[in-house]
């Protein structure tokens, strides 16, 4: 089943067009990667897909579930099954990651028509989704974030998108900043999520974290377009030659 | 730029309590002389030396200012230009049964959430309902009478305790004290009054609705809480009034005195209007209050919910006279649009061993200025003294401003002083990723809030801490688009 669908997505952040024309097509069940140096278009997209403001969408569309994305509140993205794995997740404070997930918990049941979580079943869902990822119960007690150290806070993402159950999670650079043994937490955490209805973006810089989370497709993005799409070969491809290849136009793709 | 258009959007949220009730009022003429205070003496029935006293207090006020030392500002006060004294109609005195109340006052106090009638009063809670000038209805007398516990207004107390009242009224807060309490001990026209005797632990909360109705009238009422040795009393206060586009004086005094081994906890869910998002109208809230614990292991608590008023300017403050006794300051002061707070504390420490906590959560939106200004003495001779101080602030967009005056002043090298104070910012990058996980901003900001006030929210009896988180997302629905 098709989940999302990007037709010439033109996007600028004051004046300066970032994204310029960009196709994407994703089915239930699929992981997608998207490769690309720094500053090539690649977070603007995540957050574009997840409704952040301060980016123009001056030309194109989007469509999630059949339904057009970008007439709906950032709110609404997430309720309708849209998660962003944040590449600098935010502090809360004086907010406990338990009431916090539980507030953002209950807002998606609402949008699917079921009642509140029962505070016995929310307590239990808590420590299975927060073992997944190698969290100590004793985190869901503490402020949102808050005093996490870098690993910390992306095993937190992974364990939200554990909790909230989405239809498309993106995964902005959640590699970033992981030593060898975190980003394998993480990874295997994704891996487990991974389902024939739930599709994945995985928006990574470097190659490495696609040897332990394997896409069905790689998209190298450059300059704001996709300039080339394969199998998971092409990561190893890229991440041999180097993000100059395609800089030196020696591929076909590049204008 | 999503500041901005955040501020821009900042709604006018209706000020759910500023309806006005159409009830035939008796005003003194405006403005203020000895002539006035005497109709406010008569009007009260008092004895002779509330007469004396209150023209003392005159004379005294007449040779003060203003003061201006506070980070607010507004215009010059007309003080001719207000009534001091406005009272319903309906009766001379107050009303000895509800059958006798004017039922429009009842359903005043009904609309407001206080039901008076017998069959529907708040379980639990004795009240005291306060309109303009005058107290209209104390319920649950008769039960704290039978334990041998004061509740009446300070009306009622003035002519019916005479020695108690004479004993005490000013003796925490003297006339002289500044501007405004020599105002207020001039003209107060009603207020609470308790007593608690000897070794009773009064069973339930006692409770003062204070209500403004009239305009272009100033409200100043007087309250005085006496805890005898080894007794326990748990009193709140609750205010609105409705909207005007003037702006409303109300400068009261409270004063609380705590015997050997007595306890006091104030509470306060300050809700006066607060002026429109222009800033147009809503009350100056310019408060004295005070307590001194007078025994040994005396304990005064003070826990204030502030969300309204155009401008606030009180310090609930603790006198530890006793030794080992303990004052305690639990504070959540909220500003949206163009409200203005200084508030604070002061903790005196004169006996020994004596232990002062201060908590103060300010939250600020808008184009509001918020402000703590606490101090805190250590004397000479109180020895072994403690004191911990907590300020943390909370900004919602970047119009608003938290400022923090602490002032320390030990003179002993026995006593320890704590101070810790933090600010934080609801920034647009928390807010986008409440909402990415599918919590609109108004619940994001409930969330962090409460969150963030828990601590206070957590001292107040259990009947009022609901309604006060309530409040708080009220105060601050709009400040964000």
Known sequence: MEILRIENLKVAIDGKQIIKGLNLTIHSGEVHAIMGPNGT???????????????????????????DLLELEPEE?????????????????????????????????????????????????MKEKASLVGLDSSYLNRNVNEGFSGG??????????????????????????LDI??????????????????????????????????????????????????????????????????????????? | MEDNEILKEITDK?????????????????????????????????????????????????????????????????????????????????????????????????KLGIPLREREKLAGVAVDAVLDSVSVATTFKEKLEELGIIFCSINEAIRNYPELVQKYLGSVVPYTDNFFAALNSAVFSDGSFVYVPKGVRCPMELSTYFRINASETGQFERTLIIADEGSYVSYLEGCTAPIRDENQLHAAVVELIALKDAEIKYSTVQNWYPGDKDGKGGI???????????????????????????????????????????????????????????????????????????????????????????????????????NYSQCDSLL????????????????????????????????DEILFYCNQRGISKEDAIGLIVNGFSREVLNQLPMEFAVEAQKLLSVSLEGSVG
């Open chain 1, 41 to 67: 278009g690649k977070s603007t997209l995540a957050n574009v897909l997840a409704g952040k403001p301060g980016y123009d969408v001056i030309e194109g569309k989007i469509t999630f579930l059949g339904k």
């Open chain 1, 77 to 125: 993205r997430a309720r309708a099954g849209i998660f962003l794995a944040f590449q600098y997740p935010v502090e809360i404070p004086g907010v406990t990651n338990a009431n916090f997930m539980k507030t953002a918990v209950n807002e998606v049941r609402k949008y699917r028509q079921l009642e509140p979580i029962d505070a016995y079943d929310f307590l239990q869902m």
């Open chain 1, 152 to 177: 910390e806070k992306k095993r937190n993402e992974i364990f939200q998108l554990a909790m909230l159950e989405p239809t498309l999670a993106i995964l902005d650079e959640t590699d970033s900043g």
């Open chain 1, 181 to 255: 043994d975190a980003l394998k937490i993480v990874a295997n955490g994704v891996n487990t999520l991974r389902n024939p209805e739930r599709a994945f973006l995985v928006i990574t810089h470097y190659q490495r974290l696609l040897n332990y989370i394997i896409p069905d497709f790689v998209h190298v993005m450059y300059n704001g377009r996709i300039v080339l799409s394969g199998g998971k070969d092409l990561a190893h491809e890229l991440e041999a030659k180097g993000y100059d290849w395609l800089k030196n136009g020696n591929n076909n793709g590049v204008n």
């Open chain 2, 14 to 110: 209706e000020y759910k309590y500023g309806f006005v009730s159409l009830i035939e009022q008796e005003y003194a003429p405006k403005g203020l002389d000895e002539n006035i205070i005497r109709f406010i003496w008569e009007k009260k029935k008092e004895p002779p030396f509330m007469l004396e006293w209150r023209l003392k207090a005159f004379r005294y006020w007449k040779s003060m200012h203003e003061p201006h030392w506070a980070k607010v500002s507004y215009p010059p006060i007309d003080y001719q230009d207000i009534h001091y004294y406005a009272a319903p109609k309906s009766y001379k005195e107050k009303p000895k049964s509800l059958d006798e109340v004017d039922p429009e006052i009842l359903r005043t106090f009904e």
């Open chain 2, 284 to 386: 100056y809230n310019f408060v004295t209050k005070r307590g001194i614990c007078l025994g040994e292991n005396s304990k005064i608590s003070w826990t204030q919910v502030e969300t309204g008023s155009a401008i606030t300017w009180k310090y609930p403050s603790c006198i530890l006279k006793g030794n080992n006794s303990v004052g305690e300051f639990y504070s959540i002061a909220v500003t949206n649009n163009y409200q203005q707070a200084d508030t604070g504390t002061k903790m005196i420490h004169l006996g020994r061993n004596t232990k002062s906590r201060i908590v103060s959560k300010g939250i600020a939106a808008g184009f509001s200025n918020n402000s703590y200004r606490g101090l805190v003495q250590i004397s000479k001779k109180a020895e072994g003294s403690k």
């Open chain 2, 396 to 427: 919602l967009g970047d119009k608003c401003g938290a400022h923090t005056f602490p002032y320390i002043d030990v003179q002993n090298n026995s006593s320890t002083v704590e101070h810790e104070a933090t600010t934080s910012k609801i920034s």
